[in-house]
């Protein structure tokens, strides 16, 4: 009954081609026989064609702009104008299909299609809003209240991963969309996803979108902080589904190349004798990280060498078994010069005393 009410303003959930956006239409023509490209679909590609322009003619001669180039100009500024704003119908349309009430009375088959019609919807918002003036124009229909408040915890799964994708996708490098997500408590939602989510694709587009909300950004470093998310990011790293733990151990030793100051931190919870641990399990490319987070947390940090030291952990002996193992194999070279620093760093220097002055 509710795809019957609106299916006027159904859409197909599906991008058209690049070559078909470019080639149909009497202008695609005429920018064929006078030899320019085809005008851009949008600003950003407005925007490209300018900077290739410049950089083929970096010192043009003043001359007057022909007629057929003025028009050919004028042509390309009203299509990039009018593809920029066939893609806002496109995500309000897509927000229309996300507002409707879940149906709660229908049957299976029904409440199937209208899951499918949702994860379209997601999708092709994900896709659109690989542009940023297009993630603003989301930001501005209240798309980031809709997904915060009722998909990123959504009963099924595949829009619980889409949701989280879409909130990473939007909130990457731009600091006013962080801001905005943050302040909806997205970040809460995002940890929970990643630590007690069944499904391991959940969880993996969840870590993906914490990152896009602290890396580089101090407000969503300091939520992440007040919110245990180093713990949350230690227990990802102990899971079985690889593609987490190498991203999770990606994004550790990130935030502390990053954010040197919370070192003290990550040694008050234990996070030297834990990741000592990983490294003990059977190796894997997931260890390349691993030592490279404790490469980060013990260089120009005294405390943290101190614990490397500890007689129980064993570490001098684990790194100089691993060097032998991996000294004749190419492709772990980045992981033995890891296992190597740690041994200058940690067991070269005489005693303890001598790091503290």
Known sequence: M???????????????????????????????????????RNLQGLLQMAITAG???????????????????????????????????????????????????????DLAADQQEREGALELLADLCENMDNAADFCQLSGMHLLVGRYLEAGPAGLRWRAAQLIGTCSQNVAAIQEQVLGLGALRKLLRLLDRDACDLVRVKALFAISCLVREQEAGLLQFLRLDGFSVLMRAMQQQVQKLKVKSAFLLQNLLVGHPEHKGTLCSMGMVQQLVALIRTEHSPFHEHVLGALCSLVTDFPQGVRECREPELGLEELLRHRCRLLQQHEEYQEELEFCEKLLQTCFSSPTDDSMDR
């Not at 003619?57 to 001359?63: C, G, L």
């Not at 390309?76 to 593809?83: H, L």
Request: glycine share 12%; hydrophobic share 25%; proline share 14%.
């Open 2 to 40: 509710a795809d019957q009410g609106s299916g006027g303003s159904r859409l197909p959930l599906a991008l058209p081609s690049a070559s078909q956006g470019c080639s149909s239409g009497g202008g695609g023509s005429s920018a064929g026989n006078s030899g320019h490209p085809p005008p851009p």
């Open 55 to 109: 950089s083929e003619e970096p010192d043009p001669p003043p001359e007057p702009m022909s007629e057929e180039r003025r028009q050919w100009l004028q042509e390309a500024m009203s299509a990039a104008f009018r593809g920029q704003q066939e893609e806002v119908e496109q995500m309000k349309n897509c927000l229309r299909v996300l507002s409707q009430p879940t149906p709660s009375l229908a049957a299976e088959a």
